[in-house]
């Protein structure tokens, strides 16, 4: 029996210092997101970054909790429940930090006798701190707690043509009555080392190179390449919507630590817009498909106040594609099509 499941970031269970510093010790202590050696991972994490960020973090939760719970969980439960209407197999939900668990989305499919497996990592960018560590830890459960499952899983679709129709209408949607200048694509950022360890040919990816020479030169490299997947959406988001370049900018936003990530920084360049004269500002959020912490607070708060400090006027922050229903339509299309084979 075939069966699905869903995964996206996750959230804590609550806005309270103790639930945010339990699930960013869950998040930071994975060593696909600070990939550095055990001890010193942990010194960093426990010794240091947990003693302070928890009662921030819980700040920011704060300010963009909704009284049914996180938005992110919450939205992914829409999602869940509109792909299941449209389903005849079973489709649950997971997140790969916090509540609810991998392990309990894979037992609630065994529950319902599900065997065949298709994971779909909600990124639409390949990344080592988001699908991979999905699909490494699905496999570890699957060896040690489901041994008769078999799993196959939806690989980037950042480029789909499909994917990229919705997100593109999407944006075209909400800005068809507003006055724009520019739309920023605003993903979030990983380490520059990242990317070159997801480098499969260990010799192509250059993640500091601003003129985008190897992103734009074909290679096998791509299939697991962060920055080119992210270009690559916007380049395609761009020529769907017609877009001039001096309508769009891609920059990436989030940053932990002292060691270079992908530029160009989205909070600098949201105050440099400003303060060059950009007066209506866009920032649609494609590495997300669910709105979060980081498009809630970190852009349509943080970035929007930033924006009008610097002399902006109009500040937009475009919704993720949530449960819209052509978004469900097409993730109910590609679970058909593994369905059916």
């Known amino acids: 029996m075939k069966g699905v499941l869903l995964v996206n970031l996750g959230s804590p269970d609550s806005t309270s210092t103790k639930d945010v510093k339990k699930y960013l010790g869950e998040f930071l202590m994975d060593e696909r997101v600070i990939d550095v050696p055990y001890f010193l991972r942990w010194i960093l994490v426990k010794g240091i970054i947990l003693n302070f960020r928890p009662k921030k973090s819980a700040k920011a939760y704060k300010k963009i909790w909704w009284d049914e719970g996180s938005p992110l969980i919450v ?5 869940q429940e509109k792909i299941q209407h449209k389903e005849d197999i079973p489709v649950a939900l997971a997140m790969r930090y916090g509540n609810p668990s991998i392990k309990s989305g894979l037992q609630e499919l065994k529950d319902k006798g599900v065997t065949d497996v298709l994971i779909v990592p909600l990124y639409p960018q390949f990344a080592m701190a988001t699908t991979e560590t999905i699909l490494v830890l699905a496999e570890e459960l699957r060896q040690k707690h489901f041994p008769e499952m078999r799993f196959t899983d939806i690989p980037a679709f950042y480029h789909k043509e ?3 129709k919705v997100l593109a209408n999407s944006i075209k949607d909400y800005l068809a009555d507003k006055e724009w200048d520019k739309i920023m694509f605003s ?3 990983v380490p520059e080392r990242h990317i070159r360890k997801s480098d499969v040919t260990k010799s192509h990816c250059n993640p500091s190179d601003q003129n985008f020479i190897c992103c734009k030169t074909k290679s096998e490299a791509h299939q697991f390449c962060y920055k080119h997947q992210c270009y690559e959406t916007t380049r ?5 919507l017609d877009l001039k370049p001096e309508q ?7 940053r ?3 060691d270079p990530w992908l530029q160009p920084y989205t909070d600098k360049t949201i105050e440099k817009f400003a303060e060059n004269g950009v007066e209506n500002l866009a920032v649609v959020t ?10 809630l607070e970190e852009i349509a708060m943080e970035g929007g106040e930033e924006f009008v400090e ?11 594609l949530n449960d819209n229903n052509d978004w469900v339509d097409v993730m109910v299309s590609w679970i058909d099509e593994w369905k059916n084979k």
């Not at 395609?236 to 769907?240: L, T």
């Open 286 to 295: 494609p590495a997300f498909v669910s709105d979060c912490l980081e498009t």
């Open 75 to 79: 939205l992914s439960e829409r999602l």
């Open 162 to 164: 499909e994917y990229i």
């Open 187 to 189: 993903y979030h950022g």
């Open 310 to 320: 610097a002399g902006g006027k109009n500040f937009y922050a475009i919704p993720c």
């Open 248 to 254: 769009y900018f891609t920059t990436f936003q989030s």
């Open 236 to 240: 395609q988001v761009v020529e769907y």
């Open 256 to 258: 932990l630590g002292n």
